[in-house]
């Protein structure tokens, strides 16, 4: 079964700093892509950062970056530089199978995060 | 069963055909949404039902009709659907779909989809 794992149901970080958000996933495929969604109170779901896993190099966007370790099948999101408008949910979520039609999504409970002035 | 089943997982339909979707999910949760999902396009919020009771409709066109008879059920009822509705269609469950007052969301828990194509 593929299956996506947040071990943090809530996280929270002074503003300006930086907070790392963890995800962890399961899947005998080897071809994939994950990514990270914010989901702010708007409930407007936002892509915030995407990585194939074919690629060893870390995929960065800004602000956020990601240590994708496909050995450990580890996916976490590091966001520097925290601002109030960071506050939201966060999910972690992959697409193991796609076609011309869409996409199977697999995704994570979510992580709350809070940043705090 | 546990967690939030959906089905059918995979649907092709024309466009004069009627069909509905269906949610269920196994946690006692009292929120649950439907989400569509696009090729290229972010995950987009279409319903929210809240204890039974929708409180959120995303400007989606009529042509798609929730229904939530119970806390533990979601139906999307489709009907003339267009060639471009074809998506996947993602059911998601949470404890309720209130907000703390920093406007943080409960957790939501998705399930598998409904892949849906639309000749």
């Known amino acids: 079964a593929q299956t996506v794992t947040q071990s943090q149901p809530e996280m929270s970080v002074q503003e300006a700093e930086t907070v790392t958000l963890s995800c962890t996933y399961d899947?005998?495929?080897?071809?994939?892509?994950l990514f990270w969604y914010k989901q702010p109170p708007s409930r407007q779901m936002i892509l915030v950062i995407r990585q194939e896993a074919y690629k060893q190099q870390n995929a960065t966007e800004n602000r956020f970056s990601v240590n994708f370790q496909k050995a450990a099948k580890s996916f976490s999101l590091k966001i520097s530089d925290s601002q109030l408008g960071d506050t939201a949910m966060y999910f972690c979520a992959f697409i193991f199978a796609w076609d011309n039609y869409g996409q199977n999504f697999v995704f994570g409970p979510g992580t709350r995060l809070s940043v705090l002035p | 069963e546990t967690g939030v089943t959906q089905t059918p997982r995979h649907l092709v339909m024309g466009m004069t055909n009627k069909k509905s979707l269906k949610c269920e999910q196994h946690?006692?949760?009292?929120?649950m949404y439907w989400y569509k999902q696009s090729a290229k396009k972010p995950l987009e919020l279409m319903f929210v039902y809240n204890f039974k009771e929708q409180t959120e409709n995303n400007s989606v066109p009529s042509r798609f009709s929730p229904e939530c008879p119970n806390s533990s059920h979601l139906f999307l009822h489709l009907h003339t659907l267009q060639p471009e509705d074809s998506a996947l269609y993602l059911c998601?469950?949470?404890?309720?779909?209130?907000?703390?007052?920093?406007?943080?969301?409960?957790?939501?828990?998705f399930g598998p989809g409904t892949r849906l194509l639309v000749l």
């Open positions: 899947t005998s495929e080897n071809n994939y892509y």
């Open positions: 998601a469950s949470s404890q309720d779909s209130s907000t703390t007052a920093g406007g943080i969301q409960e957790t939501q828990y």
């Open positions: 946690l006692g949760h009292n929120a």
